[in-house]
């Protein structure tokens, strides 16, 4: 079946570093793909999204890019600030959107 | 913000008693989902709604039930609450099921089985 992997971290940064998140997939056809935020206490929230190859989502300097070459859509952001700190998912949605997979999820903490 | 509210927000609970949670939404969109989320696990699907009382399972539905008589309100019961369903559950709403299926996130219930 469909699959995200994602590196679990803890990820430790300091203020204005830049960032990679990696996240790769595993799916049949030509799935969708997001990354969501989950801040402490909260629900998830959408981030960004790529629906085809080579689509870059971005959004509050994130951003990412549909790699179907390499199955991957790796966040980057290139400097940090400690609002950032939070819990990252990659998450793949197929085409008939029945089928919404998350990845484990990557905790980011970020030190003034 | 997508308005959706979940109740109760915590919960505390005994092994083999019911328990139901309830989400309910204010955007009249035609999809719901029930996630638990694990350390670990990211988040896993439970079961979803397509329209009222049109609803179906998702990869650990097991000891779970749905149902959906109003668009607004999707209830997920534990029928016989057991230790491992310890977990914070999140109810989340989609627009479309197709491709631009983004999903947006209530603020969870968490749940605790003693």
């Known amino acids: 079946g469909d699959s995200v992997t994602q590196m679990e971290g803890p990820v430790t940064l300091s203020e204005e570093a830049f960032l990679t998140i990696n996240c790769t997939y595993t799916?049949?056809?030509?799935?969708?793909l997001f990354w969501y935020v989950q801040y402490p206490g909260e629900g998830l929230q959408l981030l960004l999204k790529a629906t085809k190859a080579d689509d870059k989502g971005s959004n509050k300097g994130f951003e990412a890019t549909y790699r179907k070459e390499t199955t991957s859509f790796h966040l980057e952001k290139g400097s940090v600030q400690v609002s950032d700190s939070a819990v990252y998912f990659c998450a793949l949605s197929d085409r008939q959107g029945q089928n919404f997979v998350f990845g484990p999820g990557t905790r980011l903490s970020v030190l003034p | 913000d997508a308005g959706i509210t979940q109740s109760p927000r915590h919960k505390v609970t005994e092994t083999g008693t019911p328990v139901t949670l309830r989400c309910h939404q204010t955007?009249?969109?035609?999809?719901m989902y029930w996630y638990r989320q694990d350390p670990g696990h990211g988040l896993r699907l439970i079961h979803y709604?397509?329209?009222?009382?049109?609803?179906d399972k998702g990869e650990v539905s097991d000891g779970y039930s749905v149902s959906r008589s109003k668009t607004e309100d999707f209830l997920l019961t534990l029928e016989s609450a057991t230790s491992s369903q310890t977990s914070v559950y999140f109810c989340a709403i989609s627009d479309s099921g197709g491709p631009y299926n983004e999903q947006f996130f209530g603020p969870g219930t968490r749940l605790t089985v003693l």
């Open positions: 955007e009249n969109h035609r999809y």
């Open positions: 709604s397509y329209g009222v009382k049109d609803t």
């Open positions: 799916a049949t056809g030509y799935p969708s």
